[in-house]
C-alpha cells in the first residue's frame, strides 16, 4: 500500500483530507502536526502532502514520488534536487483566489482609515482623532494578475476603486481599465494609490521592488505586500516609510521569516504586519481537496494532466 503523509499545522483541519482514504483504498493517509513525527515517517513515505518541504526532508525520504504543496509558491522548495530525483512537484494554485483577496479589501480599507497608527495608539493608551479616508475613487496597482489579482480587481473595482495591473502577456481583463507589461512597471507606481504586490519569487525578481520604484510612489500611497517576501528590497522599503516618501504599509510576507525582532518594521506606527496568513483559512483543506483529489487520480493511473504542475526550469 501506498504511505501518504498529510503535513498540515492545524491538526482538526488536517484531519479533512483523510476523506480522501474512502475514495483510495489502496492509499494510507496519515497527517502529521510535528517536525519530530514528520521525520519518523518521511523514510516509509511515496507521496506528501502539505504545506512545507525542505532538503532535510528530501534527504530522509529516499522513496519520496510525488509532492502536493497546498501553496501557490514553491520557491522555499528545494527544486534542483527534487528535479534530480525525478519527484513531481505540484502546487495549491488557485485555492487563495477568495481568502488573500478578502485580506487584502481589510487592508486597503485599513490604510485608508489609518488603522495600523490607531492600533498602535490603542496599545500605548492614547486617544487620538486621526485622519480619515475612503478607498472609493482611488486608483489600486495591481503587480501580478493570476487568479488571486483578478478576483481582487473584480472586489476592488465593486467598491469603486479604479484598477491598473501589471501582467506578462498583454491581454483585456474584466475590471481592469490600463494593463501594464512589465518593462512598464514604474507606470503602476507613478499612478496608484494602494499598490498590491503579488508576484512571484524567481532569481529574475528577487529585490525587484526597490528604491527606484518606492520613489516613484506618490507621498500619500500606500504598499500592500502579500505576494513574496523576497521580491521586495526590504532596507529600501524601511527606508521609503522612515522618510515618508510612502504612506503606509501592510506586510504579510518577508526577505527572511520570521521577521527579526531586530526590524524596524515592527516599530513604525504607518506599518500593519501580519505574521505569513493572509492565505490561511479554516476552508483552506476543503479548497485543497479539489485538487489533490484530481492529482491523487492521475497519479495512481498514470493517466491524465496533473493540475499546478510545476515546471521546474521555470520555478512555477
Known amino acids: 500500500?501506498?504511505?501518504?503523509?498529510?503535513?498540515?499545522?492545524?491538526?482538526?483541519?488536517?484531519?479533512?483530507?483523510?476523506?480522501?482514504?474512502?475514495?483510495?483504498?489502496?492509499?494510507?493517509?496519515?497527517?502529521?502536526?510535528s517536525k519530530k513525527e514528520l521525520m519518523n515517517r518521511l523514510p516509509e513515505a511515496e507521496i506528501m502532502l502539505g504545506t512545507l518541504f525542505n532538503e532535510e526532508m528530501l534527504r530522509i525520504a529516499p522513496r519520496l514520488k510525488w509532492?502536493?504543496?497546498?501553496?501557490?509558491?514553491?520557491?522555499?522548495?528545494?527544486?534542483?534536487?527534487?528535479?534530480?530525483?525525478?519527484?513531481?512537484?505540484?502546487?495549491?494554485?488557485?485555492?487563495?483566489?477568495?481568502?488573500?483577496?478578502?485580506?487584502?479589501?481589510?487592508?486597503?480599507?485599513?490604510?485608508?482609515?489609518?488603522?495600523?497608527?490607531?492600533?498602535?495608539?490603542?496599545?500605548?493608551?492614547?486617544?487620538?482623532?486621526?485622519?480619515?479616508?475612503?478607498?472609493?475613487?482611488?486608483t489600486l496597482g495591481i503587480l501580478g494578475?493570476?487568479?488571486?489579482?483578478?478576483?481582487?480587481?473584480?472586489?476592488?473595482?465593486?467598491?469603486?476603486?479604479?484598477?491598473?495591473?501589471?501582467k506578462k502577456t498583454f491581454e483585456q481583463i474584466d475590471y481592469v481599465e490600463?494593463?501594464?507589461?512589465?518593462?512598464?512597471?514604474?507606470?503602476?507606481?507613478?499612478?496608484?494609490?494602494?499598490?498590491?504586490?503579488?508576484?512571484?519569487?524567481?532569481?529574475?525578481?528577487?529585490?525587484?521592488?526597490?528604491?527606484?520604484?518606492?520613489?516613484?510612489?506618490?507621498?500619500?500611497?500606500?504598499?500592500?505586500?502579500v505576494g513574496r517576501g523576497k521580491t521586495v528590497n526590504e532596507e529600501d522599503l524601511i527606508e521609503a516609510l522612515r522618510t515618508k516618501k510612502i504612506k503606509g504599509l501592510v506586510s504579510d510576507v518577508f526577505y527572511e521569516e520570521p521577521l527579526s525582532e531586530g526590524s524596524p518594521l515592527w516599530e513604525m506606527e504607518n506599518v500593519f504586519i501580519t505574521p505569513h496568513v493572509a492565505g490561511q483559512s479554516v476552508k483552506y483543506i476543503e479548497k485543497a481537496l479539489g485538487i489533490i483529489r484530481h492529482n491523487l487520480g492521475v497519479y495512481l493511473s498514470g493517466e491524465g494532466e496533473y493540475l499546478n504542475r510545476i515546471d521546474y526550469k521555470k520555478g512555477y
Open 1 to 33: 500500500m501506498k504511505k501518504a503523509l498529510i503535513n498540515y499545522f492545524f491538526r482538526e483541519q488536517g484531519k479533512k483530507a483523510l476523506a480522501l482514504a474512502n475514495e483510495f483504498s489502496d492509499v494510507e493517509f496519515e497527517v502529521i502536526t
Open 67 to 138: 509532492v502536493q504543496s497546498f501553496m501557490a509558491g514553491v520557491d522555499n522548495y528545494p527544486l534542483k534536487e527534487m528535479e534530480k530525483r525525478g519527484i513531481i512537484l505540484t502546487s495549491g494554485r488557485g485555492i487563495h483566489s477568495i481568502n488573500i483577496p478578502e485580506y487584502v479589501i481589510c487592508a486597503l480599507i485599513m490604510l485608508a482609515r489609518n488603522f495600523p497608527v490607531i492600533a498602535k495608539n490603542q496599545n500605548s493608551k492614547k486617544w487620538v482623532v486621526v485622519e480619515q479616508d475612503e478607498i472609493y475613487d482611488s
Open 178 to 225: 490600463e494593463l501594464y507589461t512589465p518593462d512598464k512597471m514604474d507606470e503602476i507606481f507613478k499612478k496608484s494609490d494602494y499598490i498590491v504586490n503579488l508576484l512571484p519569487y524567481i532569481p529574475e525578481t528577487d529585490k525587484i521592488i526597490n528604491k527606484k520604484y518606492f520613489e516613484l510612489m506618490k507621498p500619500t500611497a500606500s504598499f500592500i505586500s
Open 145 to 166: 494578475l493570476g487568479a488571486i489579482g483578478s478576483e481582487l480587481a473584480k472586489k476592488a473595482h465593486s467598491m469603486g476603486m479604479k484598477i491598473i495591473a501589471l
